[in-house]
């Protein structure tokens, strides 16, 4: 059982930066975040393979989000710069899972955290 525990959201312009944390009980060779905006379904944004630091990211992030690790404290990052209104979501952690981005990815993720919520406002 791995416990992933998120931080850090809130609400920002458009424009702006935020930083969302996730510290896990361990890490798995695979850590990713997904976002989940109501009515849609959920999507990854951005995967780590915690070993070599290989990383992937959606297509609609990619130049804005970094995700990145710091393996002595078990926690993993998602920087997002230049926030869209079409970011807003829940921002969840998952542990255990392909590292890929396609549709339905999270379909495959064995753990997940309780979320946290990031509101960009135009």
């Given at each position: 059982?791995?416990?992933?525990?998120?931080?850090?959201?809130?609400?920002?312009?458009?424009?702006?930066?935020?930083?969302?944390?996730?510290?896990?009980?361990?890490?798995?060779?695979?850590?990713?975040?997904?976002?989940?905006?109501?009515?849609?379904?959920?999507?990854?944004?951005?995967?780590?393979?915690?070993?070599?630091?290989?990383?992937?990211?959606?297509?609609?992030?990619?130049?804005?989000?970094?995700?990145?690790?710091?393996?002595?404290?078990?926690?993993?990052?998602?920087?997002?710069?230049?926030?869209?209104?079409?970011?807003?979501?829940?921002?969840y952690c998952a542990a255990h899972g392909p590292c890929a981005i396609y549709s339905g990815a999270w379909r495959n993720w064995n753990y997940w955290g309780q979320g946290t919520q990031v509101t960009?406002?135009?």
């Open positions: 059982q791995v416990h992933l525990v998120e931080s850090g959201g809130g609400s920002v312009q458009a424009g702006g930066s935020l930083r969302v944390s996730c510290v896990a009980s361990e890490l798995s060779p695979c850590m990713g975040w997904f976002r989940q905006a109501p009515g849609k379904e959920r999507e990854g944004v951005a995967v780590l393979n915690t070993a070599p630091g290989y990383t992937a990211y959606a297509d609609s992030v990619k130049g804005r989000f970094t995700i990145s690790q710091d393996k002595d404290k078990a926690t993993i990052y998602l920087q997002m710069n230049n926030l869209k209104p079409e970011d807003t979501a829940m921002y960009v406002s135009s």
